[in-house]
């Protein structure tokens, strides 16, 4: 990991604690002795950017917890709750005391934004005195405006009915990218308009996918988060550093799990693929047992569920009988053939049935060729979300 420009830290669940906690631990080390540059997590960019411009100083007047409010689709507990808003604090901290072109970020990467950013790339225009910019994406973005911000209702339009608006948000894409430097600023708002674009353009895609194609939706998710990437990796320029935090199934490489059979990529392999091998590291995180926050049906309140004993010869099972107490695998070359059987490899979504698990909840894994290093709770807790209530989605 010492030699890594881009560091890719898994959960194994979306609600654990100890994975949040580790990983923030993990991630101010990166910062603090080897210069990281940036935060990219598994969440919304126009939600993330409120937490990036508290951080930087840009609306100071905000706390943390106020900054987190600002994630209101479900599953809010993601990113609002109370292991982020330490590191949120943590964050802004420690930018306080580097010169701004020194400062780290923290920026979302997902691809279900697409009204969200819409409007916010409107908002700057508008806010700009940038008439023709803005009158141009109002137009294009009316195509949307009878959908009213219905993902489900766009998505049936647009793959069966061929109503979709795939030439309105590419021709706003293309434009903002051929005069992003009019748009640059100390605010980065350059870097937030393109993002914007390009997540519109790609959650269109995505939306009119999605009902046709699961794997193919994957696989739109997938590369738009790499894309995105890699436009913020340019922004901080050549030397940029990145901590990437997401779910196991996007950055432990798909080659080697049973996601290749059916024609899947995921973040970790594309990026593995694009990279020198000594510049990607990627560690996964697991459980044997505990708690954990998911909720039985999608939009529903959240709860706490009882994680139950892994599955008998699962990873977690075989790790849990050779000593119940947490562990840290780090694979090489001398060792990685010792554990490179494909076996079953736990995977809890915001969606749990603790109860069914053993029908769909192991990823059978080459858990060494998966991951550089493996992080193992042996039991863990739930993560503490700042509003257990919340059902926005």
Not at 94 to 104: D, F, P, R, Y
Not at 128 to 150: I, R, V
Not at 163 to 190: M, P, R, W
């Amino acid at each position: 990991m010492e030699d890594s420009t881009i560091v890719l830290l898994g959960e194994s669940s979306h609600g654990t604690s100890e994975f949040y906690k580790v990983r923030s631990e993990i991630t101010k080390m990166l910062i603090e002795e080897k210069g990281f540059s940036f935060i990219a997590v598994e969440g919304d960019w126009p939600s993330c950017q409120a937490v990036n411009r508290f951080i930087k100083g840009y609306d100071s007047e905000a706390s943390a917890k106020e900054v987190l409010s600002h994630f209101e689709r479900w599953p809010t507990w993601m990113w609002a709750n109370e292991e982020i808003m330490e590191l949120v604090d943590w964050l802004q901290k420690h930018n306080q005391t580097k010169a701004k072109n020194k400062q780290v970020g923290f920026y979302g990467l997902d691809v279900y934004s697409m009204w969200e950013s819409m409007d916010e790339i409107l908002r700057y225009f508008e806010e700009s005195g940038l008439t023709e910019e803005y009158n141009a994406a109002k137009k294009a973005f009316a195509c949307f405006e009878h959908f009213q911000k219905d993902s489900e209702k766009y998505a049936v339009s647009a793959a069966f009915f061929s109503e979709g608006c795939a030439d309105e948000v590419v021709t706003i894409l293309k434009e903002i990218q051929t005069n992003k430097h009019k748009y640059t600023d100390e605010f980065e708002n350059s870097l937030n308009l393109e993002i914007n674009a390009l997540v519109a353009a790609n959650a269109e895609k995505y939306y009119r996918t999605v009902v046709i194609s699961d794997i193919e939706s994957w696989n739109i998710r997938d590369r738009h988060m790499v894309s995105a990437l890699n436009k913020i990796r340019n922004f901080y320029g050549k030397d940029a550093k990145v901590i990437i935090w997401e779910h196991n199934t996007h950055v432990g490489d798909a080659r080697a799990t049973d996601m290749i059979n059916d024609g899947m990529v995921n973040v970790g392999q594309l990026i593995r693929e694009q990279e020198n091998s000594e510049n990607v590291y990627i560690v996964g995180f697991g459980t044997y047992e505990g708690t954990v926050i998911a909720s039985s049906e999608w939009g529903l309140n959240i709860e706490r569920m009882q994680v139950p004993p892994a599955q008998e010869n699962s990873w977690e099972d075989m790790l849990h009988r050779a000593g119940a107490y947490d562990k840290m695998l780090i694979f090489n070359d001398q060792n990685r053939r010792f554990f490179n059987e494909t076996i079953g490899h736990r995977a809890i979504g915001v969606v749990y049935h603790p109860e069914y698990e053993m029908y769909g909840n192991y990823v059978p894994s080459n858990i060494s060729e998966r991951y550089d290093a493996f992080i193992f709770i042996d039991h863990s807790n739930a993560l503490h979300p700042l509003n257990m209530k919340t059902i926005h989605i």
